[in-house]
């Protein structure tokens, strides 16, 4: 079962940015600011890239800070991740559980209402865009504290607050009611991840 805590401080990645090793750093940067779990998320990269990176993440973070992979459960089971984090058009929650170990976790997307029925059977879903934010092109539209509030509601599980979080807002989407949230650029994006994740960390007060 996945531990609420867990879910306080997800950092996801953002690209490469020409090597593996300076992921790996920032993805550590992240940990030891507070981050309390890592989504590995490189659009670009082949199956193959991603094994190699999420086992290389694996080895180098802290046992207690669970590995998620965006989209591809194939990629996070071969390389040894702790989940997968999937969106509405990928393999939904349901057929996953089927197939992945029992203490596999997964996370869903979800943005509107229509969203919410795709993740049954996730361990947590990821609610959002709470805020206008220029890290996901598709995410659509901010929806706000309040929409965050309602779909909250209809999710009947843990949630994470995702898109435009950082230290200033972090705390009004718990407020909400997300269990937790969740960052790409502000921490993968910022000079000093590190101190980056410890901000958002002392904004949420835990």
């Known amino acids: 079962m996945l531990a609420p805590e867990k879910l306080t401080l997800v950092a996801i990645t953002d690209d490469l940015r020409g090597d593996a ?3 790996i750093a920032r993805a550590q940067a992240a940990t030891r600011g507070g981050a309390t779990m890592i989504q ?3 659009k670009d990269a082949d199956a193959r890239t991603l094994v190699e990176v999420a086992r290389a993440l694996i080895a180098s973070l802290p046992h207690d800070v669970p590995l998620i992979v965006n989209d591809r459960a194939d990629v996070a089971i071969a390389a040894g991740a702790a989940g997968v984090h999937v969106g509405d058009e990928d393999v939904p929650p349901a057929a996953l559980r089927r197939v992945v170990p029992s203490d596999f976790i997964i996370g869903a997307s979800v943005g509107t209402d229509a969203e919410v029925p795709f993740a049954a059977d996730a361990d947590y879903v990821g609610i959002g865009p709470v805020y206008s934010t220029d890290s ?3 995410a659509g539209a901010a929806i706000g504290t309040e929409g965050l509030a309602e779909l909250i509601v209809q999710a009947k599980r843990p949630v994470v607050a995702i898109g435009g979080i950082d230290a200033t807002n972090a705390a009004a989407a718990v407020m909400a009611g997300a269990t937790g949230v969740a960052a790409i650029r502000a921490i993968f994006g910022a000079r000093d991840p ?3 994740a410890r901000s958002i960390r002392a904004a949420l007060g835990r």
């Open 194 to 196: 590190e101190q980056a």
């Open 21 to 23: 090793p300076g992921l």
């Open 40 to 42: 590995l998320r490189l």
């Open 136 to 138: 996901k092109h598709d």
